[in-house]
């Protein structure tokens, strides 16, 4: 029983480069959640998901983008990385409102 | 603007002593009150709370709501090293969870 996997868990990047970080749950929920935590300012939401095919903005979007293409997976995507965006990005996801978070165990970011 | 406040930031105390967290809320459209625990990773579930003056509690831990006076409290009786953790308080809001700075709780022996 998986719960919600992060791939990958550890990744540096150089300021202006790409990448993609993927979140899959195998407990069939709707609501798909992208969070970042820095030292002192706990978790931010950076975008959600309601369900398939939906995305939405949270307090921290910019230079940021996902997709929802399939039910179990989330993606996060960065277009082009900047020292701002180091931080531990943590995906969450729960069956329906009102329900408590399940989260993945984060990736670490670093942009030098 | 929904914000969640939590307080202290920082707390150190011994083994054996007990404890209390604070969280404080303004949102628009509250469901329910939820604390987490997190120590190296993920965070993991504690709490959910939605009714005003239910305690609930689990092993040591309790935690009660008030939602004319827009606050929780988290109270951990007899600390233990391993609750040592930063203890995070969220609020339900609709669609959406939104999440204090959370409160780092170090217990020595």
């Known amino acids: 029983n998986a719960g919600v996997t992060q791939t990958p868990k550890f990744r540096v990047l150089k300021t202006g480069q790409s990448m993609t970080l993927l979140c899959a749950q195998d407990?069939?929920?709707?609501?798909m959640y992208w969070y970042r935590q820095d030292p002192g300012m706990g978790l931010r939401l950076i975008h959600y998901?309601?369900?398939?095919?939906?995305?939405a903005k949270g307090e921290v979007p910019d230079g940021y983008n996902v997709s929802r293409l399939k039910k179990q997976n989330f993606l996060l995507g960065l277009e082009s990385a900047a020292p701002s965006q180091t931080s531990v990005y943590f995906c969450?996801?729960?069956?329906?409102?009102?329900?408590?978070?399940?989260f993945g165990s984060g990736t670490q970011l670093s942009v030098l | 603007e929904d914000k969640v406040v939590q307080s202290p930031l920082s707390l150190v105390v011994h083994e054996g002593d007990t404890v209390t967290l604070n969280c404080s809320y303004e949102?628009?459209?509250?469901?329910?009150l939820l604390w987490y625990k997190q120590e190296k990773k993920a965070p993991t579930f504690l709490f959910m709370l939605?009714?005003?003056?239910i305690e609930k509690k689990s092993g040591r831990l309790s935690s009660i709501l008030d939602k004319k006076e827009l606050f929780s409290i988290l109270n951990i009786t007899a600390t233990q090293t391993g609750d040592s953790a930063v203890y995070l308080c969220?609020?339900?809001?609709?669609?959406?969870?939104?999440f204090g700075t959370g409160t780092r709780l170090q217990v020595f022996p």
């Open positions: 969450a996801s729960r069956r329906a409102e009102y329900e408590k978070l399940f």
């Open positions: 407990m069939n929920h709707e609501y």
């Open positions: 998901s309601v369900g398939e095919g939906t995305t």
């Open positions: 949102v628009t459209n509250f469901r329910s």
């Open positions: 939605t009714s005003s003056g």
């Open positions: 969220a609020v339900d809001n609709t669609d959406k969870l939104i």
